[in-house]
C-alpha cells in the first residue's frame, strides 16, 4: 500500500486562482515528518516546509499555506493567487522510522500547472 | 551559503559502461543521500553516507555503489550501465544523518541527467 499518495498527478489552473495539492499519509508510527517540495523544471528539489507530528498547528508562509490533519492522515498545501512561476512539480513525502533507521518517502508528485 | 552542487550536469554513456557522480554538499553538512528519479518510478532512495560510512541503503542492485570523503563530498558510481538507468540523479545533504533520529530536512542539488544509449 502507498504511504504517500498525492491522488492529483496534474493540476491546472489560471493565474490568480487558489490552488490545493492533497496530500494523505500512511504510518503506525507515533513520531514522523512531512515535507513539501517543488521541483521547476530545472530539476532541482526546493524545500518548503517540514512539520513534525507532534505539531499541529497550520502553517502560512506568504501564498503557501499548509493545512496538517492528523485525524484525516493528511497534510495539504495550498497557494494563493497563484503565479506561473508556481508551475511545478510539487512533492509530498514522510520521514518515518524503518527499524533504527528513518528514510523518505514520497508521494508520486502533482504537476501544477499556471497559466497566464 | 553556498547550496549542494553536483557534477556534471549531464551525461550520455552507452550500456555496459561505468559512471561515476559528484556531489558537494552545503557546507557544514555530514550527511549525503544519493536518489534517482525516473518517470515511472518517481524518486527513489539509494544509499545514504555519514561520516564517511553508509548509514542507510534503498532497494537497488550492487552495481550502486557509492562512498564518502572526510570533507564530506560524495560519489555514486553505476557499473555496467543498462538502459533502465537512464534517470535523473539527485543527491541531498543535511547536518546529521536521517539514521540518528529522522526528521532532518535534506537539501538538494540540481541533479545530474543520465541518459544510456
Known amino acids: 500500500a502507498q504511504k504517500v499518495t498525492q491522488a492529483q498527478t496534474e493540476i491546472s489552473v489560471v493565474e490568480k486562482e487558489d490552488v490545493t495539492l492533497d496530500c494523505v499519509y500512511e504510518?503506525?508510527?507515533?513520531?514522523?515528518?512531512l515535507f513539501w517540495y517543488k521541483q521547476p523544471p530545472s530539476g532541482e528539489l526546493v524545500f518548503l516546509i517540514r512539520?513534525?507530528?507532534?505539531d499541529e498547528q497550520n502553517e502560512i508562509s506568504g501564498r503557501y499555506s499548509w493545512n496538517f490533519q492528523k485525524s484525516t492522515s493528511s497534510f495539504n498545501f495550498t497557494i494563493t493567487a497563484s503565479q506561473v512561476v508556481d508551475s511545478a512539480v510539487y512533492f509530498c513525502a514522510l520521514s518515518e522510522a524503518k527499524g533504527s533507521n528513518y528514510q523518505l518517502i514520497w508521494g508520486a508528485g502533482t504537476k501544477l500547472i499556471i497559466k497566464p | 551559503k553556498a547550496g549542494v552542487t553536483q557534477t556534471p550536469r549531464y551525461l550520455i554513456k552507452t550500456r555496459g559502461q561505468q559512471v561515476t557522480l559528484s556531489c558537494s554538499p552545503i557546507s557544514g553538512h555530514r550527511s549525503v543521500s544519493w536518489y534517482q528519479q525516473t518517470p515511472g518510478q518517481g524518486l527513489q532512495f539509494l544509499f545514504e553516507?555519514?561520516?564517511?560510512?553508509?548509514?542507510n541503503k534503498g532497494n537497488f542492485p550492487g552495481r550502486f555503489s557509492g562512498r564518502q570523503f572526510s570533507n564530506s563530498r560524495s560519489e555514486m558510481n553505476v557499473s555496467t550501465l543498462e538502459l533502465g538507468d537512464s534517470a535523473l540523479y539527485l543527491c541531498?545533504?543535511?547536518?546529521?544523518?536521517?539514521?540518528?533520529?529522522?526528521?532532518?530536512?535534506?537539501?538538494f542539488g540540481p541533479g545530474t541527467r543520465l541518459l544510456v544509449l
Open positions: 541531498a545533504s543535511s547536518l546529521v544523518s536521517n539514521y540518528q533520529g529522522g526528521g532532518e530536512t535534506q537539501y
Open positions: 512539520r513534525n507530528s507532534f
Open positions: 553516507y555519514f561520516s564517511e560510512t553508509q548509514r
Open positions: 504510518t503506525r508510527d507515533t513520531t514522523y515528518y
